[in-house]
T-cell receptor
Framework: TQLLEQSPQFLSIQEGENLTVYCNSS?????LQWYRQEPGEGPVLLVT?????EVKKLKRLTFQFGDARKDSSLHITAAQPGDTGLYLC?????????????FGEGTQLTVNP | KAGVTQTPRYLIKTRGQQVTLSCSPI?????VSWYQQTPGQGLQFLFE???????NKGNFPGRFSGRQFSNSRSEMNVSTLELGDSALYLC?????????????FGPGTRLTVL
């Protein structure tokens, strides 16, 4: 059972369309991050959100952290082919032995020209 | 500043063999974490090292081990390889444990077990 559920798993859209990717959990996270991974490469950090209700914008990407810090969303406006990649959400829960990063399964986004 | 580097990038082994993967963190980063990425399970946490000590460990069998050197470089070892160990092994570094846990990943080592 995945601690972080991402949806959809696959998304194929045309250039210029908008899209939203969701990351949900029943657990509370002290922080949540979004990464993008391209084939043959490691994930690249896009953003970190730490406060419930927080909204961050990165050009055409808007990230939101849920009020209860259990869920997050990524919205892309006017998607471009360069946005194609695997989008991963990852959360941190504080544990007595330290903190670990828990990843969702990812959303594979394809933006067609 | 150079990013996280991992060697080798690709590796092919047969069942029963053992393998050692290497990771050099970003300069100044003293914490190194290892992850296994497979199509079915996604990214799974293996372990984290800081100041040459294992700080945290995921739910993997004892065949998976690691260590960290005084220069923060880290190695992970997998003994008695199984077919299911075929995966992309990712290393990530950060300055220290704690905080917002922002980690920077290397390109990974693609391990294929035949």
């Amino acid at each position: 059972t995945q601690l972080l559920e991402q949806s959809p798993q696959f998304l194929s859209i045309q250039e210029g369309e908008n899209l939203t990717v969701y990351c949900n959990s029943s657990s509370v996270f002290s922080s949540l991050q979004w990464y993008r991974q391209e084939p043959g490469e490691g994930p690249v950090l896009l953003v970190t959100v730490v406060t419930g209700g927080e909204v961050k914008k990165l050009k055409r990407l808007t990230f939101q952290f849920g009020d209860a810090r259990k869920d997050s969303s990524l919205h892309i406006t006017a998607a471009q082919p360069g946005d194609t990649g695997l989008y991963l959400c990852a959360g941190t829960r504080q544990e007595t032995s330290g903190s670990r990063l828990t990843f969702g399964e990812g959303t594979q986004l394809t933006v067609n020209p | 500043k150079a990013g996280v580097t991992q060697t080798p990038r690709y590796l092919i082994k047969t069942r029963g063999q053992q393998v050692t993967l290497s990771c050099s963190p970003i300069s100044g980063h003293r914490s190194v974490s290892w992850y296994q990425q497979t199509p079915g399970q996604g990214l799974q946490f293996l372990f984290e090292y800081f100041s040459e000590t294992q700080r945290n460990k995921g739910n993997f069998p004892g065949r998976f081990s690691g260590r960290q050197f005084s220069n923060s470089r880290s190695e992970m070892n997998v003994s008695t390889l199984e077919l299911g160990d075929s995966a992309l092994y990712l290393c990530a570094s950060r300055v220290r444990p704690g905080g917002y846990n922002e980690q920077f990943f290397g390109p990974g080592t693609r391990l294929t077990v035949l």
